[in-house]
């Protein structure tokens, strides 16, 4: 299955990549536009994998319904947006 069919098709969605060129940012705006609004992204990857300033948007429009991140994007920082997210 693509990733965009895996996407729509999801409750979960657990990343579980290492990080190359090919997965930076691997989950972003389009992507998680793609996603159900009741599905749930977990990032246990590299915080790379997924642009946080996207996810922080999607997750505020209520595109997904939320998230689990034991990584970030740029370490030990976390993104302003995601703070005090409810869902995060």
Same mark, same amino acid.
């Given at each position: 299955?693509?990733? =965009?069919?895996?996407?729509? !098709? *999801?409750?979960?969605?657990?990343? #579980?990549? *290492?990080?190359?060129?090919? $997965? &930076?940012?691997?989950?972003?705006?389009?992507?998680?536009? &793609?996603?159900? =609004?009741?599905?749930?992204?977990?990032? $246990?990857? &590299?915080? =790379?994998?997924?642009?946080?300033?996207?996810?922080?948007?999607?997750?505020?429009? #209520?595109?997904?319904?939320?998230?689990?991140?034991?990584?970030? !994007?740029?370490? =030990?920082?976390?993104?302003?947006?995601?703070?005090?997210?409810?869902?995060?």
């Amino acid at each position: 299955m693509d990733l =965009p069919a895996l996407l729509a !098709e *999801s409750d979960v969605v657990s990343l #579980h990549a *290492s990080l190359t060129d090919e $997965t &930076r940012g691997l989950i972003g705006e389009k992507e998680l536009r &793609r996603m159900k =609004p009741t599905a749930l992204l977990v990032n $246990t990857a &590299r915080g =790379p994998v997924v642009d946080e300033e996207a996810l922080a948007w999607a997750l505020n429009e #209520h595109l997904i319904a939320g998230a689990a991140l034991d990584v970030y !994007e740029k370490e =030990p920082e976390i993104f302003a947006g995601l703070l005090g997210l409810e869902n995060v």
